[in-house]
């Protein structure tokens, strides 16, 4: 009975309506639920979005930081480098000049070798000559100075002029003759005047070639015992050569 008494009151017209603007307003309060959670939702997100945008900013920020730490360390290194390669310079440079002084020391030595051996074989060389131009021997002090003077600067000459080409016998030959030349026409100047006639021009051209011959064995005598000194590497040539470290 309670069952069709309710029916009974659903099926009149005014409780449909009723009914219906109820069924509506429930599904408007379902629609504005959504609406709200949906709200809600959005709200969430946009905290969100907020907070991840600042910890973009927070993160930008220390990036930069770090990008101006950077440069400021590459500036540090690049100029550490700039100094590290300026003292390497000055280091090279300091060695250089070093190594330079060096050298030019070791070839100051090397050719006051040269001066003493040449000046030392020459004078022995020359002394068998000497004897048979003099009578007494004080009188072999003039021509023993000159030829050791003349040897000497002969031994230098001969160390700068062959360097390093020791089989070039033309040049070592042609060193001892321009030396033994100079030295016997010096000589003969300091001889008797020459005078205008035939017998004159015979005598000093004579005399010339004698002067020269041996001053030209002098000097050859020398020569070999340079290059011998030279082949049993007690002698350097010019330049002197340094072993590879």
């Known amino acids: 009975m309670v069952d069709e008494r309710v029916e009974e009151l659903l099926n009149r017209e005014e ?21 709200l959670a949906e709200i809600q939702k959005q709200e969430i997100e946009a905290k969100q979005l907020r907070d991840y945008v600042n910890q973009l900013e927070s993160r930008t920020s220390e990036i930069a930081e770090c990008e101006r730490e950077i440069l400021e360390a590459r500036a540090m290194v690049e100029e550490a480098q700039r100094s590290l390669n300026i003292d390497g310079d000055d280091y090279a440079i300091i060695e250089e000049v070093e190594t330079e002084e060096i050298d030019r020391n070791e070839e100051r030595l090397e050719s006051i070798k040269a001066a003493s051996i040449s000046a030392l074989v020459g004078s022995l060389a020359g002394l068998p000559i000497f004897f048979t131009q003099v009578t007494d021997i004080s009188q072999l002090i003039l021509p023993l100075a000159t030829t050791f003077i003349s040897c000497a600067l002969f031994g230098v000459t001969f160390r700068y002029a062959v360097r390093r ?9 042609g ?18 005047p020459l005078e205008l006639e035939i017998g004159s021009f015979l005598s000093h051209a004579l ?3 004698v002067y020269i011959s041996e001053n030209l064995l002098i000097f050859l005598f020398a020569a070999v015992a340079l290059d011998f000194c030279y082949k049993m590497r007690v002698l350097s040539p010019f330049p002197i050569q340094k072993s590879a470290s």
């Open 15 to 35: 409780n449909r309506v009723l009914l219906d603007g109820l069924e509506k307003a429930t599904q408007r309060v379902e629609i504005a639920k959504r609406e």
């Open 165 to 173: 080409d020791l089989d070039n016998f033309q040049l070592k030959t």
């Open 175 to 192: 060193t001892c003759a321009a030396f033994a030349f100079v030295k016997g026409v010096g000589t003969v100047d300091g001889g008797p």
């Open 207 to 209: 005399i010339g070639a």
